[in-house]
């Protein structure tokens, strides 16, 4: 029983890993490999930290500052939004964040005059999330819904 | 000779801080000074830290990290052009910005889905103003272009 459910979970781990927004972000990461350090970790070790399961995220204090790690793979995993972006869409979307040291603030997704995604985030410190497959649903999520806004709008993403 | 030219200054100045932008940037400044230290000031001492003549200037060496003052100068002079754009348009226009520590970064405002104004910021070290009247034009300058691009666009300002 506890076999079958595991490798369901492991069949699934692979088809998210296999999704195009989770190949953007594990692009952007190996690209900052410049010493060949992660040359020998798989995919899901090198996203390994992007996951909170359910007790490890009630291991951690409700209120806490972010560290810098935290914050990188949340700067990565926005890149990685706007790289899924301008892989469907030709434009380039470039992300800004503003958070404060207590974990608050808001992350922007721009492309010529167009706003593409405004987000407020929270609890920053807690960023993760409970399985691959909710990960590259949450970002290709943001990605299809840019894209949606590009359509809507096409001379102003051309900055037009 | 030398009263003459200070008296054309002078008036110049007055004129230059009555305007909307320069009165935004006051206003907005006023109201951070919760424990009225500044009260007794005149508008043209709250702003003096602004201008940077000629000479400031060149007393500054051309590379240098910008101290916590001047970016909040910075921070007040791009949060004044988004009260000057409310205040013609309706329109909230929220700053976003990201310097790196060694002076460069980006300026964002944007409203609803319009991105209202997008700068690269360089020597942030180094920013101010000749004068008061050059304070003033280039406020107004930048709301004026920022409406000019919600008239374009009026449905993605208001986030449609």
């Known amino acids: 029983m506890f076999d079958a459910v595991h490798n369901r979970e492991g069949g ?20 900052q490999d410049s010493f060949g350090a992660w040359e020998g970790k798989s995919d ?14 009630r291991a951690i204090p409700i209120i806490g500052d972010p560290d810098p790690d935290v914050l990188w793979r949340l700067n990565m995993f926005y890149t990685a939004v706007g790289l899924a972006i301008e892989e469907r869409s030709g434009l380039i979307a470039s992300p800004m964040m503003e958070i404060s040291h207590e974990g608050f603030g808001r992350v922007l997704l721009t492309t010529g ?32 819904d840019a894209i949606a806004v590009i359509d809507a709008h096409p001379e102003v993403a051309r900055g037009l």
């Open 12 to 31: 699934e781990d692979e088809a998210a890993l296999a999704t195009p927004f989770v190949k953007c972000l594990v692009r952007l990461i190996r690209a």
């Open 113 to 144: 005059r167009l706003v593409l995604l405004s987000k407020t985030l929270r609890d920053v410190h807690r960023f993760g999330f409970e399985t691959f497959w909710k990960l590259t649903a949450a970002g290709s999520k943001l990605a299809g």
């Open 44 to 57: 899901a070790e090198l996203l390994g930290d992007f996951i909170l399961t359910k007790e490890k995220r």
